[in-house]
């Protein structure tokens, strides 16, 4: 250690760098530190003197990092990774409760975490659940986090993430609103489909039995949430893309029905992801068995109201046997 003082300009040193090279920005850095850009810049520098070698590039729109600056980077974030997880090791032995953060979509949280939070608490007495809540698609990297949702494609899955399921797509309506549109079809009106955003316009084109019956699209509902998405399609605003993960709970509840009997698989699967760089402490593998065995058994349940869906072949083609 005294080896390690003397080969860096300060111990905050190392903190500044990490912020900078995190967040790809001096500026950001700075406002993170709560201090001036200036003194961020000031202190690389100091750092890249002391040590004789460059670690940052500046390129349009903030820094890159070398290869000097990567290797460092790599290691000083495994370093502050397993510091952080011995004082959480430490305050949970003090006051019995530990601190779990997730990454995980604010329509998660909502429809399919919140329904069953009492069961939750009652699973995890001494866990301090918290959340970064993303509104839109998610997806992005896991910073300051313990674990977090992803849809990942199948090379992109590695020793960091544990399988929760394929990704499964089916419309959905509310009971009023299918009631709704059966008679507005005899009307020659046609059903309203709710987008979360641009990409997913025209999303009822993947199923083959919207045209077979005669289903078109006579309006659309836009809007940037996809936990509003739902909301809409449980108030019978419309029909919503339905992601099994988070729309199973009202599925099984009778609240949300399918709007045709067909699912759609995807290629890719909803994982839950743990950051390379952060030691998985026991309570963090513990929920993360919680929540993949809390939706398989959901699934089960949708298969057990929706039997015509075929989810569980569907699951077991995928490479899922529910049991």
Known sequence: ?????????????????????????????????????????????????HLGVRLFERVRGGIELTENGSILYRKISEGFAGIESA???????????????????????THWLMPR????????PNLDLRFQ??????????????????FLAEDEIDDTAALVMPEVLLPVCSRRYCEQAEQN?????????????????????????????????????RLNDYAIVVQAALLGQGIGLGWLNVVAHWITEGVLLPATEEIVVTS?????????????????????????????????EVD?????????????RAGLPLG
């Not at 003082?5 to 300060?10: C, F, H």
């Not at 809540?133 to 992803?150: A, K, Q, T």
Request: hydrophobic share 40%; charged share 30%.
């Open 87 to 109: 004082i959480a090791e430490i305050e949970a032995r003090e006051t019995g409760v530990e601190s779990v953060t997730l990454s995980v979509s604010t329509a998660f949280t």
């Open 117 to 124: 939070m009492d069961r939750l608490n009652r699973a995890f």
């Open 268 to 300: 890719r699967r909803c994982c839950l992801v743990a950051p390379p760089n952060r030691p998985m402490r026991p309570a963090v593998a513990r929920l993360r068995d919680w929540i993949i065995d809390e939706t398989r058994a959901d699934i089960r």
């Open 133 to 150: 809540l993303i509104s839109g698609r998610i997806g992005g990297p896991l910073v300051d986090v313990d674990l977090g949702m992803r």
């Open 1 to 49: 250690m005294p080896n390690l003082r003397r080969k860096l300009p300060s111990a905050n040193a190392l903190f500044v760098f990490e912020a900078a090279a995190r967040c790809g920005n001096f500026t950001h850095a700075a406002r993170e530190l709560y201090v001036s850009q200036p003194a961020v810049s000031r202190m690389l520098a100091r750092m890249e003197d």
């Open 185 to 221: 079809r005899h009307n020659g009106q046609g059903d309203t489909f709710i987008v979360m955003d641009d990409d997913e316009r025209g999303w009822q084109d993947r199923f083959r039995t919207f045209p077979e019956k005669r289903r078109r699209n006579a309006a659309t509902l």
């Open 304 to 316: 057990r109201a929706c039997p015509a869906l075929g989810i569980r072949e569907a699951l077991k």
